[in-house]
């Protein structure tokens, strides 16, 4: 700032006469002119020195002694920030919903996205593709492994694929625009002027692979392993103690975890392994141990008059890895209660977790006590915007023996309303979005979508569920017998030489796991040409974002199975699926 008494009289009358008559004149202004006046060079800060003092000192732009007129209408502040809110949130959807690509080409048949979602939860790796490399004999086409799952998937979603591959070969330019090639990153791969297309047009390419015996016994091994179904995990501890976790770690269990928490063994060991193994990524768990699996002797841990089951105290010591409550090893189970294999030496190491708990579950209002939702995030399967706020926890110190770190994101949604969850997790590095992304990714409908609703059934609801699963439904329709989709039923009646045959055979598989997967309790017809027209045929469109592939199904006016396809929209979200390429697979229904 600078010194007043540095400046002659004349000096300091002269800014005061000037912002007397102008008081729109800046600091700058003024000294631009004593500089021209009196030839002498003044700094701003001098010029706001000698106003200030005199008490002249008004926002720029507006006169001294501005007196406001008076206010005709105002907006409440509480109704101010709600309407701020609601500006914000449509902002935040239309720039989420714009991003999805509204311009994107539509396919018919992107409803297969089911078929090859089922291919994709069996096996990691193109299963036909690869065994039938084995057994060529001469040039293949181009991205023949996506060729060969597309044609699987065909077999099914087409009511006149043919059976011959003979017969295929020459009409494979009919389903040159079917939406399974999209799906399976090939894109417009098979339009009529493609490479592809073209090559499968030069080359005998069904020809090229020889049908034979040895190919039907390694075909029929590897397809019963594909699908093999994990009941659950079971960890031993150090302290002789287990956990029970059902095969989409989705909870913990008390005793044997229902069949529809099942996962094929391809998935199962690849989630055990990235999640509880090496940890590279958290294991995210939908909910506490379910109501009907609390045993009567189940203590609770209380704080000023509220509770917490303890069962959180002891995951959370396992995943630190916390003395007596090491991870020793981890046994998998099939659906019979059989062993299937075991990891018997697991690297000591905290593993990173979260945990969802909700408004009516112990715990709840422990952990949700002063959160107040302040940030958002916006969630594509949801449609809507989640606000989220972090906290330390307030849990008794007694318990936390050996737990380093845990803290709550609680999610709401609404600004500081009422949370709809809280996410417990002891992860010290995530920042509260990321915790809210990850857990929104895993869960993309929270706990209102099949799991949350399976983990928060009654004991009478839950041995209903499993009698009736109990009962397996053969799918057949009017053109194949019930006796078609036993396990190579299709090549018996078929010659060996003529491949043909196993796209039929293995699409009829993918097509069985479908129903037990994402439509088991939807139907008791189970006509093929139903699921064609209702659901296989849909029309759609498909585009790349981030580390994410996002299928939008379109669904036709006066649709007549709305809430039957948003459930299995659900259930296929809930698998937590990659593609080949490694990206999130998430279907959304336009």
Known sequence: MGVIYKFKKDIIDFILDQKRTDSTLSCRQLAVLINEQFRTHVSKSSVNAIIKNACLSSSVGRPAGFVAGPKRFQIPSQKKQQLSEEIRKVGIEKKQEASLGGGSKVYPGMGCVFLLAAQWMTCRKQFLG????????????????????????????????????SVLANKIRQYSSHGIWAL???????????????????????????????????????????????GQFKIYLE???????????????????????????????????????????????????????????????????????????????????????????VEVFDLNGQSLAEFSSLPSKKRIFMLGVWPGQAGFELLANDIKTVDNIYHIALKRVMYYAERSTTLPQNELQGIRYLKVVGVSGVAGGALDAVILTNDAHRSAKDVVGDFLERWPVLNTGPMGKLLAASPATFSEDEQALSVTAVPHTDKMS?????????????????????FQDFGKELHRYCLECFFYDSHTNYDITHFISAYYGLSGSCIHQDNKFLVS???????????????????????????PLGRRLLVLIA
Request: charged letters at 25%; a negative charge.
């Open 130 to 165: 690869s065994l039938l490399r084995k057994y060529a004999k001469g040039p293949l086409p181009h991205a023949f492994d996506s060729l060969c799952d597309g044609l699987a998937c065909l077999s099914v979603a087409v009511e006149d694929f043919p059976g011959k591959g």
């Open 184 to 230: 399976n990153a090939l894109g417009d791969g098979l339009s009529t002027d493609s490479d592809i297309n073209l090559s499968l047009e030069e080359q005998d390419w069904i020809g090229a692979i020889s049908g034979s015996l040895n190919l039907l016994l390694e075909y029929e091994k590897e397809k019963k392993q594909i699908f093999t179904d994990v």
């Open 239 to 329: 302290d002789d103690s287990q956990l029970i976790i059902d095969a989409r770690l989705s909870s913990l269990w008390s005793g044997k975890a229902p069949r529809r928490c099942s996962a094929s063994l391809e998935q199962a060991t690849a989630m055990l392994s990235h999640g509880l193994v090496s940890n590279n990524q958290p294991v995210i768990f939908l909910s506490l141990t379910p109501k009907f699996c609390y045993k009567p002797e189940d203590s609770r841990v209380s704080n000023n008059g509220r509770q917490l089951d303890r069962s959180i105290f002891n995951l959370a010591a396992a995943f630190e890895g916390s003395k007596s409550k090491k991870m020793l090893r």
């Open 482 to 502: 019930a006796q078609d989709y036993e396990p190579g039923a299709l090549w018996k009646q078929a010659p060996t030489q003529d491949i043909g045959w196993l």
């Open 553 to 579: 199904l379109h669904v036709p006016t006066g649709y007549a199975h709305a809430k039957v396809l948003q459930t299995a929209v659900d259930r296929l979200n809930e698998s937590a699926l990659n593609d």
